[in-house]
């Protein structure tokens, strides 16, 4: 690979290794890195994974980029459970969370990508198969994997202009393109850039996370504290997905303003301090979602729950279900890094608030488009869109409703690509 860029990569190992000393995230990727190869070599030890004729290798940066590869995982489990397969992670935030995924052989963290570490990995692993998901490009691992003749993919894949591709010192990036076998993309801007720099191996098929959602709507079993919660369904109820402290400085005054309005709110970060503090702003008849399920379980024998008005989620897990509870939903993260999972909420035909920062997701600018979901920058724009939405039950089904039929029309991106790898052609 190119020596610049084998020097910034040692320079980035080494950062890592500075902040670690400070940071448990940074601390915990390093010591995850340090156990991958022993890992690795524990595994192949065993019979079935040493007669194995090749991995299955899934690359996800983190746990976002999981739940677009997921739906693939799974269905290549369902259809060919022999098949082993290996899912790498960078981000602690990904491994911590799914490291004891059933749906694969081996969780383990993806080394450093310096020559001698990609070359030691991929001599123990020795894929047949790799598939990146959506941003993972990692020069030395691409080179290496296309002289080794290892077909790799890159799925639920989305270009933009600004990335260094597609810029005029961008060479080093655009060669890290010609080691694909296939890239397949989410939507047709993106395969009009790449076309433009001589990139052709491209299919136009869609996000994957919309296959996720559908299939996690479509079996999401009833929570009994939030049948409780919503009641007979007379007042309306804000979900809140992913929150961060700048978003809540957004919905809250509003929040506070509209008695008659419960809410559902899930924290981007559970730890003690932050629950408090949310608890806090919150003020009276508000409650952690574990306290009140402990309530309702104390109700059922003749216990009292009170009027609780607002629930904090306290666990991870569930924030996917509790949109199905809502009226309207409002998703963190576009006050700061950039929005979460929307998908998750629209799926279920309710539609979604979020802040600014959303420029990197297709399907913000989507929703948007059809009037299924509106960005705002500050709580005179919050206000005004859901005031709008909850004083209209017309205005407000016809947003639901463009924000359900979104996610159904562009659903089936699973299928192309697994049909396109694992069918065999006559």
């Not at 081996?106 to 030691?120: E, G, I, N, Q």
């Not at 869609?206 to 999401?220: E, F, P, S, Y």
Request: hydrophobic content about 40%; some cysteine.
């Amino acid at each position: 690979m190119n020596p610049i860029y084998n020097l910034g990569i040692r320079l980035y190992t080494l950062g890592a290794r500075i902040i670690a000393c400070r940071n448990p995230k940074a601390r915990k990727m390093l010591d995850g890195q340090a156990e991958t190869i022993g890992r690795l070599c524990e595994c192949l030890a065993d019979d079935v994974h040493a007669s194995s004729d090749g991995w299955i290798w899934i690359h996800a940066a983190s746990l976002g980029e999981f739940e677009q590869g997921r739906p693939l995982i799974e269905r290549l489990r369902r259809d060919r459970p022999d098949c082993h397969i290996l899912l790498t992670f960078f981000s602690p935030s990904g491994y911590e969370v799914r490291k004891g995924y059933d749906k694969v052989d081996l969780v383990c963290y993806l080394p450093f990508d310096t020559p001698l570490r990609v070359s030691r990995f991929l001599d123990l692993v020795n894929p047949r198969m790799v598939v990146f998901v959506k941003y993972e490009f990692w020069g030395n691992y691409l080179e290496q994997l296309h002289a080794r003749g290892i077909p790799v993919y890159l799925i639920s894949s989305i270009f933009r202009e600004r990335q260094p591709f597609f810029k005029w010192w961008g060479g080093v990036f655009r060669k890290m393109l010609t080691c694909f076998t296939h890239i397949y993309a989410q939507d047709e801007r993106s395969r009009e850039l790449l076309s433009g720099i001589g990139v052709d191996n491209v299919s136009v098929v869609g996000d994957t996370r919309l296959d996720r959602v559908t299939d996690i709507m479509k079996n999401a079993t009833p929570i009994d504290a939030l049948e409780t919660f919503v009641g007979d369904g007379d007042e309306p109820v804000l979900i809140v997905g992913s929150s961060w402290e700048a978003d809540e400085d957004v919905y809250m005054p509003w929040l506070r303003s509209h008695s008659g309005v419960r809410s559902v709110i899930a924290p981007h970060e559970f730890d003690a301090g932050r629950l408090e503090r949310l608890l806090g702003r919150l003020g009276d008849g508000a409650m952690l979602l574990s306290r009140y399920e402990a309530l309702c379980a104390d109700a059922a024998t003749g216990g009292s729950i009170g009027d609780v008005r607002h629930l904090v989620v306290d666990s991870f897990g569930k924030l996917s279900s509790l949109y199905r509870y809502g009226t309207v939903a409002y998703v963190g993260g576009g006050f700061g890094v950039g929005i979460h999972n929307i998908n998750e909420a629209a799926v279920y035909g309710i539609p979604v608030v979020f802040g600014p920062n959303h420029s990197k997701f297709k399907e913000a600018a989507d929703l948007i488009s059809c009037k299924g979901a509106v960005s705002v920058n500050n709580t005179s724009e919050l206000e005004k869109t859901l005031d709008a939405w909850l004083g209209d039950p017309v205005a407000l089904k016809e947003a639901g409703d463009a924000a359900g039929e979104y996610i159904s029309r562009n659903t089936g991106a699973t299928d192309r690509i697994y049909t396109d790898l694992f069918t065999p052609r006559r």
